[in-house]
């Protein structure tokens, strides 16, 4: 059973507007929870965690997310796009073990 | 460059040869990861180590494939008799710490072409 499930694969803003993806996950626990962004060509990069301290993240460039247990989400939001904002966006879940359990990602699409 | 490093960055191999990729660390981690992430996917995970000890393995990691660190540093990672199934961009990464919400670190990645 997929443990963490990206809710869009695809999410298409205009530069300046808000940008919202989702994020649900599955655990007996509370478990440590990621966002990363992969750009074309490049490694990918840690946004934030989660890690049972605050329930709301902050992470690099303006990225933040709320980790909900009672709706068991962890949605990544930016109250405005920039260009550069375009890659691809993974959940991501501590499965124990410290190995890592991936999202199917999510494509952000900025236009101008 | 502090960074994870892999080498090589890509590499394209015939159906039946064997591969050997490398990944370099940040120095001061003491567990080294390897994931495979195939077009469309997210990264799927497949073995660790901490330090030089492998801890972990995937049921994705099949007995044509082999991963070492022989002194806790660098990593390698050989697959044997290479299928078409095999190509996908093999990412490495790396960490600090000894529990679970640990950041791991990933290097650019070696991507893999099998024809």
């Known amino acids: 059973a997929q443990s963490v499930t990206q809710l869009d694969s695809h999410v298409s803003v205009s530069e300046g507007t808000p940008v919202l993806l989702r994020c649900n996950y599955s655990s007996s626990y509370s478990p440590s929870l990621f966002w990363y962004v992969q750009h074309p060509n490049k490694g990918l990069q840690l946004l934030l965690k989660?890690?049972?301290?605050?329930?709301l993240v902050k992470g690099i460039n303006g990225f933040e997310a709320e980790f909900k247990k009672s709706e068991t989400s962890f949605h990544l939001t930016k109250p405005s796009a920039h260009m550069s904002d375009a890659a691809e966006y993974f959940c991501v879940k501590n499965s124990g073990y410290s190995t890592l359990t991936f999202g199917k990602g999510t494509m952000l699409l900025v236009s101008p | 460059d502090t960074g994870v490093s892999q080498d090589p960055r890509h590499k394209i191999t015939k159906r039946g040869q064997n591969v050997t990729f490398r990944c370099d660390p940040i120095?001061?981690?003491?567990?080294l990861y390897w994931y495979r992430q195939t077009l469309g996917q997210g990264p799927e995970f497949l073995t660790y180590?901490?330090?030089?000890?492998?801890?972990?393995k995937s049921r994705l990691l099949s007995d044509r494939f082999s991963a070492e660190r022989p002194k806790g540093s660098f990593s390698t990672l050989e697959i044997q008799r290479t299928e078409q199934g095999d190509s996908a961009m093999y990412l490495c990464a790396s960490s600090w710490g000894q529990t679970d919400g640990d950041t791991q670190y990933f290097g650019p990645g070696t991507r893999l072409t099998v024809l």
């Open positions: 180590f901490q330090n030089e000890a492998q801890l972990e």
């Open positions: 120095s001061e981690h003491n567990r």
């Open positions: 989660y890690t049972s301290a605050a329930t």
